[in-house]
């Protein structure tokens, strides 16, 4: 049983604590199924929006904010910080990172449903803009925290040449049954969800690209994921700091049991 302190969304005390994977308020009673991990932060040029994003005002106790100078510092806190079920609220998809390295030491056979319009899977050499947000899944993959093989990319449909060799090389899930794929042998999945991959009349995103999901579409891949496989964290990135977001992030929650 753990137990962390964090703020309450409803009375703003610093009671809630995390028993077990649930959240209970000592002050007002109230539980909660995750703890937000908020990480103001994006790792490229012009990313200030995604910073401002990550302060949005989502109904789930507030355990930590890491907002760190470098980005290996950043991953160090995040999984150091993390609760026992973690939401995290970037910033750039490089908010991911910590808190997949943070639940792969926790758990065996981690599996990781990336949905995303891009593949975040170039690297300094490869990345036509050189932003550290094109590159985390092929961070956590190239180090060894995920498997290719336990890796589902869901709605990417602007990839780099690069990208699309790697995916072929190395077995990356793409297909329409890649998150049955990624799931096969592992004990838990960790959802990474980057606004862009849904519909930018759905969901307001930082890099908005056109043939997105429609929420209901988004709400299903992520109830089919929480019913296939134990959720043990998940994160939203990569959003614009519309105030209308805030419902549509909800609905995505819930879909996750969260």
Known sequence: MSRRRAKCPDCRTYTAVALGPEYQCHSCGREFAAGLVRVPRAWGDGGEPMVQAAHLPLDYPEAAVVDEDSLADQNLAIAAELPDRPLVLGGCCCSHVGAVEGLAARHDALAVVWIDAHGDLNTPQTSPSGNAWGMPLRMLIDAGTVKPKNVALVGARNLDPPER????????????????????????????????????????????????????EAEAILSDVRERSSLVGAGLTGLAPDPANVERLQRLTRALGL
């Open 165 to 216: 060799e790697f995916i072929q090389e190395h077995g990356v899930h793409t297909s329409a049954d890649a998150v049955d794929r990624a799931l096969q042998d592992c004990s838990c999945v960790y959802v990474a969800l980057d606004a862009d991959s849904l519909d930018a009349a759905e969901l307001t995103s930082f890099m908005p690209e056109p043939d997105g999901l429609a929420l209901d």
